[in-house]
Protein backbone atom coordinates (compact mmCIF):
# COMPACT_ATOMS: atom_id res chain seq x y z
CA UNK A 1 0.00 0.00 0.00
CA UNK A 2 1.47 3.50 -1.11
CA UNK A 3 1.77 5.85 1.94
CA UNK A 4 0.54 9.69 1.17
CA UNK A 5 1.54 12.08 4.01
CA UNK A 6 0.56 15.78 3.20
CA UNK A 7 2.05 18.53 5.09
CA UNK A 8 -0.47 21.50 6.72
CA UNK A 9 -0.74 23.45 3.31
CA UNK A 10 -1.12 20.53 1.06
CA UNK A 11 -3.90 19.70 3.43
CA UNK A 12 -5.41 22.80 3.22
CA UNK A 13 -4.99 23.51 -0.70
CA UNK A 14 -6.79 19.65 -0.74
CA UNK A 15 -9.39 20.77 1.25
CA UNK A 16 -9.88 23.86 -1.08
CA UNK A 17 -9.92 21.68 -4.35
CA UNK A 18 -12.92 19.10 -2.69
CA UNK A 19 -14.81 22.61 -1.90
CA UNK A 20 -14.26 24.14 -5.29
CA UNK A 21 -14.80 21.13 -7.81
CA UNK A 22 -17.77 20.06 -9.41
CA UNK A 23 -16.16 17.59 -11.23
CA UNK A 24 -17.42 14.23 -9.59
CA UNK A 25 -14.54 12.08 -11.21
CA UNK A 26 -11.69 14.88 -9.77
CA UNK A 27 -14.03 14.94 -6.32
CA UNK A 28 -13.40 10.90 -6.04
CA UNK A 29 -9.53 11.61 -6.58
CA UNK A 30 -8.97 14.31 -4.12
CA UNK A 31 -11.08 12.66 -1.62
CA UNK A 32 -8.98 9.55 -2.44
CA UNK A 33 -5.66 11.36 -1.22
CA UNK A 34 -7.30 13.11 1.63
CA UNK A 35 -8.11 9.54 3.16
CA UNK A 36 -5.52 7.98 2.69
CA UNK A 37 -3.34 10.41 3.86
CA UNK A 38 -5.69 10.45 6.75
CA UNK A 39 -4.12 6.73 7.00
CA UNK A 40 -7.46 5.31 5.70
CA UNK A 41 -7.24 1.65 3.68
CA UNK A 42 -7.94 1.00 0.49
CA UNK A 43 -11.22 -1.15 1.54
CA UNK A 44 -12.36 1.29 3.48
CA UNK A 45 -12.00 4.34 0.66
CA UNK A 46 -13.19 1.72 -2.12
CA UNK A 47 -16.63 1.50 0.00
CA UNK A 48 -16.91 5.06 0.55
CA UNK A 49 -16.02 6.07 -2.92
CA UNK A 50 -17.83 2.79 -4.79
CA UNK A 51 -14.71 2.67 -6.73
CA UNK A 52 -12.58 -0.19 -7.49
CA UNK A 53 -9.46 -1.26 -5.08
CA UNK A 54 -7.02 -0.84 -8.33
CA UNK A 55 -8.40 2.58 -9.54
CA UNK A 56 -7.80 3.78 -6.04
CA UNK A 57 -4.01 2.53 -6.00
CA UNK A 58 -3.67 3.97 -9.59
CA UNK A 59 -5.10 7.42 -8.41
CA UNK A 60 -2.42 7.33 -5.40
CA UNK A 61 0.22 6.63 -7.78
CA UNK A 62 -0.29 9.71 -10.14
CA UNK A 63 -0.66 11.45 -7.16
CA UNK A 64 2.93 10.12 -5.91
CA UNK A 65 4.40 10.49 -9.11
CA UNK A 66 2.92 13.97 -10.16
CA UNK A 67 1.24 15.73 -7.68
CA UNK A 68 -2.13 17.21 -8.34
CA UNK A 69 -1.21 18.23 -11.91
CA UNK A 70 -0.52 14.46 -12.95
CA UNK A 71 -4.01 13.79 -10.58
CA UNK A 72 -5.98 16.28 -12.51
CA UNK A 73 -5.12 14.89 -16.16
CA UNK A 74 -7.67 13.11 -17.33
CA UNK A 75 -6.79 10.55 -20.58
CA UNK A 76 -10.12 9.89 -21.63
CA UNK A 77 -9.34 9.07 -25.06
CA UNK A 78 -7.44 5.89 -24.26
CA UNK A 79 -10.79 4.44 -22.69
CA UNK A 80 -11.85 2.13 -24.59
CA UNK A 81 -15.97 2.69 -25.98
CA UNK A 82 -18.61 0.76 -24.44
CA UNK A 83 -19.98 -2.19 -26.94
CA UNK A 84 -23.36 -0.52 -25.34
CA UNK A 85 -22.66 2.68 -27.36
CA UNK A 86 -23.64 1.55 -30.75
CA UNK A 87 -26.60 -0.90 -29.06
CA UNK A 88 -28.40 2.72 -27.79
CA UNK A 89 -30.75 2.90 -29.49
CA UNK A 90 -32.12 -0.14 -29.65
CA UNK A 91 -32.10 -0.74 -26.44
CA UNK A 92 -34.32 2.57 -25.40
CA UNK A 93 -36.63 1.14 -28.01
CA UNK A 94 -37.04 -2.19 -26.68
CA UNK A 95 -37.45 -0.88 -22.75
CA UNK A 96 -40.05 1.26 -23.89
CA UNK A 97 -41.47 -0.92 -26.21
CA UNK A 98 -45.27 -1.93 -24.73
CA UNK A 99 -44.76 -5.84 -26.05
CA UNK A 100 -41.17 -5.89 -24.53
CA UNK A 101 -40.48 -8.12 -21.73
CA UNK A 102 -38.37 -6.21 -20.06
CA UNK A 103 -38.89 -4.53 -16.75
CA UNK A 104 -35.37 -5.54 -14.84
CA UNK A 105 -32.04 -5.40 -14.73
CA UNK A 106 -31.54 -8.86 -15.07
CA UNK A 107 -33.99 -9.12 -17.96
CA UNK A 108 -32.00 -6.72 -20.11
CA UNK A 109 -28.83 -8.44 -19.69
CA UNK A 110 -30.28 -11.90 -20.76
CA UNK A 111 -31.63 -9.93 -23.69
CA UNK A 112 -28.54 -8.49 -24.80
CA UNK A 113 -26.90 -12.00 -24.34
CA UNK A 114 -29.44 -13.92 -26.22
CA UNK A 115 -29.54 -11.05 -29.06
CA UNK A 116 -26.48 -9.63 -29.02
CA UNK A 117 -23.69 -11.94 -27.52
CA UNK A 118 -23.13 -9.71 -24.88
CA UNK A 119 -22.48 -10.30 -21.19
CA UNK A 120 -22.99 -6.87 -19.28
CA UNK A 121 -22.92 -7.37 -15.38
CA UNK A 122 -26.24 -5.68 -13.56
CA UNK A 123 -24.86 -3.51 -11.69
CA UNK A 124 -22.29 -2.09 -14.33
CA UNK A 125 -25.54 -2.51 -16.68
CA UNK A 126 -27.54 -0.14 -14.47
CA UNK A 127 -25.25 1.99 -13.95
CA UNK A 128 -24.67 2.77 -17.63
CA UNK A 129 -28.33 2.73 -18.34
CA UNK A 130 -28.63 5.70 -15.40
CA UNK A 131 -26.08 7.28 -16.92
CA UNK A 132 -27.81 7.38 -20.42
CA UNK A 133 -31.01 8.26 -18.84
CA UNK A 134 -32.69 4.91 -19.85
CA UNK A 135 -35.18 3.86 -16.93
CA UNK A 136 -36.93 0.39 -17.10
CA UNK A 137 -40.85 0.75 -17.20
CA UNK A 138 -42.86 -0.78 -14.78
CA UNK A 139 -45.33 -3.81 -15.80
CA UNK A 140 -48.43 -5.35 -14.89
CA UNK A 141 -48.36 -8.89 -15.46
Known amino acids: MYKVTLTSSEKSLLSSKISETSNTWLLKRYQCIMMRSDNLGNQQISSYLEVDVNTL?????????GGFSKLETF?????????????K??????????????????????????????YIEESWLRRWCKKNSISLLKRQG
Open 75 to 87: NLSARRQSKLESL
Open 89 to 118: EEIQKKVLDEDSVISTMSQLSSWLKKSHNI
Open 57 to 65: TNWVKMYLE
